[in-house]
Each structure stands twice: as C-alpha cells, then as structure tokens.
C-alpha cells in the first residue's frame, strides 16, 4: 500500500527566505506526483504535476523535482511571500489500472512572516 | 467555467441525524471522486464514479455512507445516521478521465454533535 510522508508538518520563515518543501513515498511505482496548495477553508489548487519520466517541473517562482528511484520529491519556493502562507499537499498517482487513484501527505503548513 | 460546486458548505447535526452533501462537477467531467479529510487520516478517497457508474467504492468507511450519481452534473453523498467520528471536510472532485487531473471543489466541513 502507497504511503506518502511530508516533512516538514508546519514551517514558519521570514519573507524572502527560499524554502524546500519535502515528500516521499513508499512504491516507486508511480504515473505522477503532484504538488497542491491548500487554503484555509477553500479546496485544493493544483500548482505543478510532474509526470513519472520527468525530473522536475517549473512555474514561476516554484520549482518540483521527482526522485521516483529514491520515493523523493521536493518543492522549491523562491523568494517566498506572506501570500504563499498555505498548507502544501503533494499525491502520487499510481501507474496502473487504479491510475485514478490519488495518494495525499497529510500537508506541511507554511507561514511566511512579514 | 463555474468549477465544481458543493453544497452546503457547512453543516452541523446531531448524532443519529441524516446527512446530505451535493456536488456539482464541471461540465463535460466524466469522472467524479468524494474524498474525506481529517487531522489523523489526511484526505482518503472514499468513492470514484466513471460516467456515473460507481466504480470504486473501497474507501467507503461502513454502510452508513452511500453515493449516488443520478447524472453527469449531480452527485450526493449521504451518512445515515451520522456519528461524531464522521465530522470532516468532504471535497467533491471532478477531471476529464479517470488519470487526467482532477479539480476540487471547496469542501463541505461537517459537525457532528
């Protein structure tokens, strides 16, 4: 069974620190990883989805790198932002027949202080 | 597009009562997930429907919780009876085919007192 862990739980920086978010999981056997962003009281935004044959993925000021080999994968934030404040949420999708199947981390909380 | 769209968004009930949640896909999704959150468990699938046909319904926790998808732009889900374990955030999502990226809705967070 896939088990997905994100390290760190909760993560307080000042504003402008460029900060790694962490996920592993356990059955490298996997279709994609995708990384979402979590508001208080809102639903899941989907921020980069990388698929199983490539290494990383970019969209602004993010940046997400799969280690499918090692059951890694890391979130970079640069230059962070009060705004960015959010839980972070990454899921692996499993290559197979049960493709539909999102596996969640339990989240890191991130606080970027002004 | 309007995204996909849940109802209520909150809900308190006592324990024993019956409990409704609704969603609404984005139009021209074929697949449909209800999902369930908490501190402990994190977010589980509970049921994925595939052209309104259930399909997996293996993360449903116990028979007090069923689903239906009458049609493409309406799915419920229901607890009866509802019990203080069962409060949550349910979140409907929707995508284009059962591997294609699937988009959430905002969530229901239910009470159960």
């Known amino acids: 069974k896939q088990e997905v862990t994100q390290i760190p739980a909760a993560l307080s920086v000042p504003e402008g620190e460029n900060l790694v978010l962490n996920c592993s999981f356990t059955?490298?056997?996997?279709?994609?990883l995708q990384w979402f962003r979590q508001d208080p009281g809102k639903g899941l935004t989907s921020l980069l989805l990388?698929?199983?044959?490539?290494r990383e993925q970019t969209s602004g000021r993010l940046n997400a790198s799969l280690d499918k080999s090692s059951g890694r994968s890391t979130l970079y934030i640069a230059a962070s932002q009060p705004g960015d404040s959010a839980t972070y949420l990454c899921?692996?999708?499993?290559?197979?027949?049960?493709?539909?199947?999102?596996?969640f981390g339990k989240g890191t909380l991130l606080t970027v202080n002004p | 597009d309007a995204g996909v769209i849940q109802s209520p968004r909150h809900e308190v009930t006592e324990m024993g009562q019956e409990v409704t949640l609704r969603c609404k896909p984005i139009?021209?999704?074929?697949?449909l997930f209800w999902y369930r959150q908490t501190m402990m468990r994190g977010l589980e699938l509970l049921i994925y429907?595939?052209?309104?046909?259930?399909?997996?319904d293996s993360g449903m926790p116990e028979d007090r919780f069923s689903a239906k998808m009458p049609n493409a732009s309406f799915s419920t889900l229901k607890i009866q009876p509802s019990e203080p374990r069962d409060s949550a955030v349910y979140f409907c999502?929707?995508?284009?085919?059962?591997?294609?990226?699937?988009?959430f809705g905002p969530g229901t967070r239910l009470t159960v007192t």
């Open positions: 999502a929707s995508s284009q085919g059962k591997s294609y990226e699937q988009y």
């Open positions: 059955d490298s056997a996997i279709y994609n």
């Open positions: 990388i698929q199983s044959s490539q």
């Open positions: 899921a692996v999708r499993p290559s197979g027949g049960s493709n539909y199947k999102l596996t």
């Open positions: 139009s021209g999704h074929n697949s």
């Open positions: 429907f595939n052209n309104n046909v259930p399909i997996d």
